[in-house]
Antibody, heavy 121, light 107 residues
Framework: QVTLRESGPALVKPTQTLTLTCTFS??????????VSWIRQPPGKALEWLAL???????YYSTSLKTRLTISKDTSKNQVVLIMTNMDPVDTGTYYC?????????????WGRGTLVTVSS | EIVLTQSPATLSLSPGERATLSCRAN??????LAWYHQKPGQAPRLLIY???KRATGIPARFSGSGSGTDFTLTISSLEPEDFAVYYC?????????FGQGTRLEIK
């Protein structure tokens, strides 16, 4: 069974750094064509893609957020980590990790449940 | 960056009716477009990819079409479980982008 699960702090203060971990099972990020992305959704608003890492360790970022984001993977642990610096209240929302695989190149065929992050002092 | 604009923002229909949702891009691109729906409290689910291909397990009442700058998702006969928010997403160029969504509500 393929699953993804996001974990990280529920509350961060403005200017702090957020570290989120996506732990997955049922597939390997060393398999050709496999990718994992981070996508967020402010309350009541639309989805926003943040970053993607692929099996070959290539990384892609949102243009508007790229200076604040770092994505990395630990293939042995089946984990993908997203670091977002200088958090602001507008960064409040649900953060999802999602897989791209096979025919679904850079589409998202499987998602985690998401983790809600609130930025507040 | 490819900007996707979805219309209408809200669509009110009854079960059994046909739904037509639009996704328009600010520049022409190859048909690397997907559609998702999202129910309250849940993660999105992939419905259509490459503009017209149904993802695994998606019923035949969902169909996609379009090319260039104009793409359409059609639901031929609405079931109660289809009422949700629908998003389009392009993978033609970086960064990947989503539309702002269409809320499909029960009339």
């Amino acid at each position: 069974q393929v699953t993804l699960r996001e974990s990280g702090p529920a509350l961060v203060k403005p200017t702090q750094t957020l570290t989120l971990t996506c732990t997955f099972s049922g597939f390997s990020l060393s398999t050709s064509g496999m990718c994992v992305s981070w996508i967020r959704q402010p309350p009541g608003k639309a989805l926003e893609w943040l970053a993607l890492i692929d099996w070959d360790d290539d990384k892609y970022y949102s243009t508007s957020l790229k200076t604040r984001l770092t994505i990395s993977k630990d293939t042995s642990k089946n984990q993908v980590v997203l670091i977002m610096t200088n958090m602001d209240p507008v960064d409040t929302g649900t953060y999802y990790c999602a897989r791209s695989a096979g025919d679904y190149v850079w589409y998202f065929d499987l998602w985690g449940r998401g983790t809600l992050v609130t930025v507040s002092s | 960056e490819i900007v996707l604009t979805q219309s209408p923002a809200t669509l009110s229909l009854s079960p059994g009716e046909r739904a037509t949702l639009s996704c328009r891009a600010n520049q022409s691109f190859t048909g690397y477009l997907a559609w998702y729906h999202q129910k309250p409290g849940q993660a999105p689910r992939l419905l259509i990819y490459d503009a017209s291909k149904r993802a695994t397990g998606i019923p035949a009442r969902f169909s996609g079409s379009g090319s260039g700058t104009d793409f359409t998702l059609t639901i031929s006969s609405l079931e109660p479980e289809d009422f949700a928010v629908y998003y389009c997403q392009q993978r033609s160029s970086w960064p990947l982008t989503f539309g702002q969504g269409t809320r499909l509500e029960i009339k």
